[in-house]
């Protein structure tokens, strides 16, 4: 995809059918969508820094059990240890610093992974009995 | 669905009516551009109703905060009125919540205001 802003829109479209299609229920496909979003910010915005010559990767696989979203960019990195933390005292009135929080706070597992260049994001979300059972009727 | 802000005055306060999505990108511009506008005529009693606002990514948190900050370095004060119980989550889990004032009833906010 495209480092702009029009492919954080349509990843989190595809984010919300995804997950949709995972059978979560309305507000955890909100989250879903929402961890998408921050992360194709941080691929672009952060990562590729809006250069069009860069691209962004997104995709998305449902094994049955997970649905698994991957994001990689071609930026130059970051250490994802070093982002101060948002819900500290002296960060809470900061204004950016908070989309990795919202990954990991709407997702059951966010990687991060250097590549050369740029990084690689992978976000789990576990589909509990209910949500499998809704995928079955639905199949 | 882009945003939308009008404003009007109730006692000295004026509230911001925002509705769509404050994102990144052209959302939080429009929040940001009417904070500035306001904060330019005097205008420093503010209190933002999200009642129509559906989304608010972490940029729309970041633009929020701006917002406030923005408006008690000039002080001023910043309310949010409404929020839907998206933003309420968001503003939770953030623990932003306690640092707005949040308000849920109209009439209640204009009067907690400083006159």
């Known amino acids: 995809m495209e480092s702009t802003l029009e492919s954080v829109n349509k990843a989190e479209e595809m984010a919300d059918q995804q997950a949709a299609r995972a059978g979560l229920d309305e507000d955890t496909r909100s989250g879903v969508s929402m961890a998408v979003r921050e992360g194709m910010i941080n691929a672009i915005l952060h990562g590729n820094a809006y250069d069009t010559n860069k691209r962004v990767n997104l995709s998305f696989e449902q094994n049955g059990r997970e649905l698994i979203v991957t994001i990689s960019d071609e930026g130059r990195g970051f250490i994802p240890e070093e982002v101060p933390d948002p819900l500290a005292p002296e960060n809470l009135l900061k204004t950016s610093g908070r989309g990795i929080f919202l990954m990991r706070a709407f997702m059951d597992e966010v990687r991060f992974r250097k590549l050369n260049p740029g990084t690689e994001i992978t976000m789990i979300k576990r589909l509990q009995g209910s949500e499998l059972d809704r995928q079955e009727a639905s199949t | ?115």
Not at chain 2, 43 to 59: A, E, P, R, T
Not at chain 2, 91 to 113: H, N
Request: charged residues 25%; neutral net charge; hydrophobic residues 40%.
């Open chain 2, 1 to 115: 669905m882009s945003m939308k802000a009008s404003t009007r005055q109730v006692d000295g306060v004026t509230i911001v009516d925002l509705s769509g999505r404050i994102t990144l990108g052209e959302g939080s511009v429009v929040l940001r551009d009417t904070i500035k506008d306001l904060l330019g005529k005097g205008q420093k009693k503010i209190l933002l109703n999200l009642g129509d606002v559906s989304y608010i990514d972490s940029s729309g948190i970041g633009e929020l905060v701006s917002a406030f900050t923005s408006v008690r370095n000039q002080g001023g004060e910043l309310k949010l009125l409404h929020l839907t119980k998206k933003v309420h989550d968001l503003l939770q889990i953030t623990k932003l919540y306690t640092v707005f004032d949040v308000k849920d009833d109209e009439a209640g906010a204009i009067s907690a205001f400083a006159h």
